[in-house]
């Protein structure tokens, strides 16, 4: 359970206790951490270090929600307050472009943010971790948890057909944003048909990446797993220098 859900003490009991750095604008490459429903951004401590390491810039943002901690809020309204925060983070430490490695309903906002907010203009890659992008019916234990929608709509968002999933996938994801889903077989809650992107004629950018025996926090710190979004953050980096004609610093 702990890797399906997580550590109670390490993601749930210290409140967005992350060490905040803010040499992140100084890095070529940056990369912005979004943590999915009902947790915290404590859950990319491992991420974090890995990526810094590898010479990375990295941040996360502190979503609110539930008790000022717990990610409950709307899909839809994540996406604008992030739009807004991150204009001025960009502005304050110089930034003009990052990536996005979002964690289940962290890749969904991220999404409406690259879709809805203007974030094709600011995004290089997005990299989805166990994410519904067609919904999962796990959800339903969320919408019952939350009080049928009283305490929040977002697991309502998160069920197979809802009007927000309908929309993501309805809507064109811009073609010079690469998107990748790494997604595992052995995740319960977001099972890996849930997160397998189908895209349409055109949607070249788009592709899955299956991996074996993770849980769906786990994903966040599995060795395997980074690998795979190292080298993601690498080709959508050494591709974005090809386009633009940057041969990087």
């Known amino acids: 359970m702990r890797d399906q859900l997580g ?14 750095r803010g040499d992140f604008g100084q890095h070529e490459e940056i990369v912005l951490l ?35 901690r717990f990610n409950n809020r709307s899909i839809a309204v994540l996406a604008e307050a992030i739009s807004e925060k991150l204009e001025g983070v960009c502005a304050k430490h110089g930034m003009d ?6 964690h289940s309903k ?27 992008h067609r919904g999962t019916p796990t959800a339903a234990l969320g919408v019952w948890l939350m009080g049928g929608g009283l305490l929040s709509r977002s697991p309502i968002e998160m069920l197979p057909r809802s009007a927000m999933v309908r929309r993501l996938g309805r809507d064109t994801f811009p073609a010079h944003v690469p998107m990748t889903s ?27 990446v299956s991996v074996k025996r993770v849980g769906h926090t786990e994903l966040c710190y599995d ?16 591709l974005w220098r090809e386009r633009t004609g940057h041969a990087g610093d």
Not at 97 to 102: A, D, E, L, S, Y
Not at 223 to 238: C, D, K
């Open 223 to 238: 060795p395997g797993v980074y690998q795979i979004v190292r080298n993601e953050l690498q080709e959508a980096a050494g």
């Open 97 to 102: 472009r990052f990536h996005i490695v979002g």
């Open 34 to 68: 979004l943590h999915g429903f009902m947790q915290t951004r404590n859950v990319w401590d491992v991420m974090e270090d890995r990526l810094r390491y590898d010479g990375f810039g990295v941040f996360s943002l502190d979503l609110g929600g539930l008790f000022r």
């Open 182 to 208: 790494v997604y595992s077989r052995h995740d319960v809650v977001c099972p890996h048909w849930c997160s397998k992107l189908l895209p349409r004629e055109g949607e070249s950018s788009m592709r899955n």
């Open 106 to 132: 962290g890749g969904l906002v991220a999404r409406h943010y690259i879709q809805h907010h203007g974030g094709d203009r600011r995004v290089k890659s997005l990299v989805t971790l166990g994410t519904p």
């Open 7 to 20: 550590s109670i003490r390490r993601v749930y009991g210290r409140g967005n206790a992350i060490v905040r």
